[in-house]
């Protein structure tokens, strides 16, 4: 029974000297690690800039999470005196972004006024010569991804949150629906729910409200208008599982199918009705431009389910035809109008 202290004084002492290595590096002392977290080359060491060096400490601080607070009071000091991102002309080195998000993943609380700090003042990129100067201010998405990190710990940051919501940037719109979906703070709900009408970011939203379980209930009645609406749009899947989360199986069952949803039901049923008469479909791949599914019969027919996507987007309806084609022979095609008529011809089509 000694064995398992033992261990976990050995992996707390390793855990240290892992931290107290990288505080060093992320200070500027030394540049001992990759960004893999492994032991740099001398000549990669000679040939890596300070910021990358900076950058690769904070990434490996991050991968930590909690075992790396020993290491918050130089990333407090990093974030508001280091190194910032700098855009080489070849590409941006992430370094102060790398370093906000480190501390967010902490999860101490003594990162939230440096969060809330880093989210009030986003600063300009440094360029190198050969790059572009760039007057607008950046930062704010990993500050938001941080505050996330710490979840219910940043509560207090919901209300500097809320605003980017609106912002004209959808990337920062999906930044604080992410947070405060992460934060869990349910004052955030009604605001999520205003914000599911962006269309183009809706999906991430409802992630977020998604992740308040049943407290979101009062979203329902927008997210599924999403579905109702428009049950091709983008993120589809990832809305139906936020109601799901918040309603239930039963408030997901009862919405529209889509396009792509029909289709795999469609190449269920027809599997499911091949095995119930001892037949086998090889295989399957969906020609969406010519909408059909192709498969062949363990006697060699080609099985070919064409489906009316303008019919099932219009009307809900399931049209369309189901031919076989036997091997050296004519083709024979039968129409169908309805689950029932498919189901029929289906039957019919496996035994040829």
């Known amino acids: 029974m000694r064995f398992f202290p033992v261990l976990l004084w050995i ?68 974030v508001r005196n280091g190194p910032n991102n700098f855009d080489t002309g070849d590409g941006v080195i992430h370094v102060r972004d790398a370093v906000v998000e480190a501390l967010g993943r902490t999860g101490d609380p003594r990162a939230l006024p440096v969060l809330l700090e880093a989210l009030a003042n986003p600063k300009p990129m440094d360029v190198d010569l050969g790059a572009i100067p760039r007057d607008k201010p950046v930062g704010e998405l990993a500050a938001l991804n941080a505050l996330g990190f710490l979840g ?58 998604g992740r308040f379980g049943p407290a979101a209930h009062s979203a329902l009645p927008a997210l599924t208008r999403l579905i109702e609406e428009a049950p091709e749009r983008d993120g589809e899947v990832r809305i139906r599982l936020a109601i799901a989360a918040i309603g239930g199986r039963a408030a997901a069952d009862v919405l529209p199918k889509s396009y792509h949803m029909k289709m ?33 019969l363990a006697s060699g027919a080609s099985l070919v389910i064409g489906f009316s996507r303008e019919a099932w987007v219009a009307r809900r309806a399931v049209e369309g035809t189901v031919t076989v084609t036997p091997p050296g022979a004519e083709p024979i095609r039968e129409t169908y109008l309805g689950a029932d008529r498919l189901a029929r011809v289906l039957a019919r089509a496996v035994t040829r």
Request: charged share 20%; glycine share 8%.
């Open 11 to 78: 992996l707390t002492a390793l855990n240290a000297q892992d931290t107290e290595s990288l505080t060093r590096q992320l200070r500027g002392e030394t540049c001992a690690l990759d960004q893999s977290c492994t032991q740099r080359g001398w000549f990669n060491w000679l040939v890596t800039s300070k910021r990358e060096c900076v950058r690769d400490a904070a990434q490996c601080l991050a991968t930590m999470g909690a075992a790396a607070k020993p290491a918050v009071p130089a990333l407090i000091e990093a």
């Open 152 to 209: 219910p710990a940043a509560a207090a940051a919901v209300p500097r949150i809320l605003p980017y919501l609106g912002h004209e940037e959808r990337y920062l719109v999906e930044g604080a629906a992410t947070a405060l979906g992460s934060i869990g703070e349910v004052s955030a709900i009604p605001a999520l729910t205003a914000a599911l009408g962006r269309g183009e970011t809706a999906y991430r939203v409802a992630e977020a409200l």
């Open 264 to 296: 795999n039901a469609i190449w269920k049923l027809a599997r499911d009705t091949a095995k119930g008469r001892g037949v086998r479909l090889r295989g399957a791949h969906l020609n969406s431009p010519a909408e059909e599914i192709a498969t062949t």
